[in-house]
């Protein structure tokens, strides 16, 4: 068993023996989890490319190619981008990264047939996940969190009246106006999209410890020590 010292030496740990890190990594939670959060942490301060999904279907529009015209159709119609598409971007991406890249998936796979999809991917591209991470934090808690941010019309800050809210009641810091809630942040709205996350989603935790591949973190902690946590299960395993 290896024994790591206590909070604030981690990171050396982490730098000292790099090449143990895991390179290719899923991050897998409900929305609210914090993943989006934690995929900054680590492209900040480890180097790791954050794959989000909207970031890839952008970078293939972008890219102006069969694929990226469309997909810009697909969006430009409001409509879903079928499993059969997301599992050729995906494709396209890994072929072209090199193996040594490190990154992570922030929002793909979503459902079992994506997740299958994506062994085939790993397959075909070489470049194979090395850990899936689940963030998890009760739902009470991601309803409270949510629906709990405010953010100002006018400049666009984000509050939050648990954790970061405003010096005055209510009002922006910076504007001096009315702190509104954005229509998704509405409780009903939240819990429909945990439901959705529930039922799609939720599966792929058994199919990655099937795997062997998953990881759970308590996500409920202050963002610091979830990194922390993250960055010692990512060396331990
Ligand atoms: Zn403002």
């Not at 995906?90 to 994506?118: C, H, M, V, W």
Request: hydrophobic share 30%.
């Amino acid at each position: 068993m290896r024994v790591f010292p206590r909070e604030g030496s981690v990171r050396d740990i982490c730098n000292m023996t790099f090449e143990i890190c895991k390179k290719h990594l899923i991050f897998l939670g409900p929305p609210g989890c914090g993943k989006g959060t934690q995929s900054e942490n680590f492209s900040e301060e480890l180097g790791y490319k954050h794959y989000s999904t909207g970031d890839i279907l952008r970078e293939s529009v972008r890219s102006g190619n069969e694929l990226g015209k469309k997909v810009q159709v697909i969006i430009e119609n409001g409509d879903l981008v079928s499993d059969e598409t997301m599992k050729e971007i995906i494709l396209e991406k890994f072929n072209s990264i090199s193996k040594d890249t490190k990154f992570i998936l922030d929002g793909y796979p979503r459902t079992l047939k994506q997740a299958e999809d994506l062994k085939r991917i790993s397959e075909e591209s070489e470049i194979h996940i090395d850990s899936v991470i689940y963030f998890d934090v009760p739902f009470d808690s991601i309803i409270e969190r949510i629906s709990s941010r405010r953010v100002c019309p006018d400049c666009a800050k984000v509050y939050n009246l648990l954790t970061l809210p405003p010096h005055k009641d209510n009002l922006c810091d910076e504007c001096n106006v009315q702190l509104v809630q954005r229509e998704d942040d509405k409780e009903d709205a939240v819990k429909h999209r945990l439901n959705v996350y529930k039922e799609n989603t939720a599966p792929l935790i058994s199919f990655y410890q099937s795997e062997k591949k998953l990881t759970k973190i308590n996500g409920n902690g202050r963002i610091q020590n979830v990194f922390n946590l993250l960055k010692q299960e990512l060396l331990c395993l």
